[in-house]
């Protein structure tokens, strides 16, 4: 069991920033993929960013590439979400998300309760 919980949402206006935080316990982080994902009303949960917890590799989605950053802090088993040059587009509740690999596969097996994020014009 991976307990997950997000914090760090709120409303900022379109170009600024906010960072949200994951914080992880329940479980060795040492061979998990951490992620954050987003939804938006009446729109399909959408991949924004992962990160390997060893060795620290990420990868992003197209629309935050270059905008966002996923780090993790191995001391606090915390993983953040840098998020600048907000666009209204960004508003959606962001979930965070820790899988292992398992049939060949890297899965998404647990979930925190979202954080909303609200991005004004």
């Known amino acids: 069991q991976v307990q997950l919980v997000e914090s760090g949402g709120g409303l900022v206006q379109a170009g600024g920033s906010l960072r949200l935080s994951c914080a992880a316990s329940?479980?060795?982080?040492?061979?998990?993929?951490m992620g954050w994902f987003r939804q938006a009303p009446g729109k399909e949960r959408e991949f924004v960013a992962y990160?390997?917890?060893?060795?620290?590799?990420?990868y992003y989605s197209e629309s935050v590439k270059g905008r966002f950053t996923i780090t993790r802090d191995n001391g606090k088993s915390t993983v953040d979400l840098q998020m600048n040059s907000l666009k209204p587009e960004d508003t959606a509740v962001y979930y965070c998300?820790?899988?292992?690999?398992?049939?060949?596969?890297?899965?998404?097996?647990?979930w925190g309760q979202g954080t909303q994020v609200t991005v004004s014009s």
């Open positions: 998300a820790a899988g292992q690999s398992r049939g060949g596969r890297y899965h998404n097996d647990w």
């Open positions: 329940g479980r060795t982080l040492s061979t998990y993929r």
């Open positions: 990160i390997w917890w060893s060795g620290g590799s990420t």
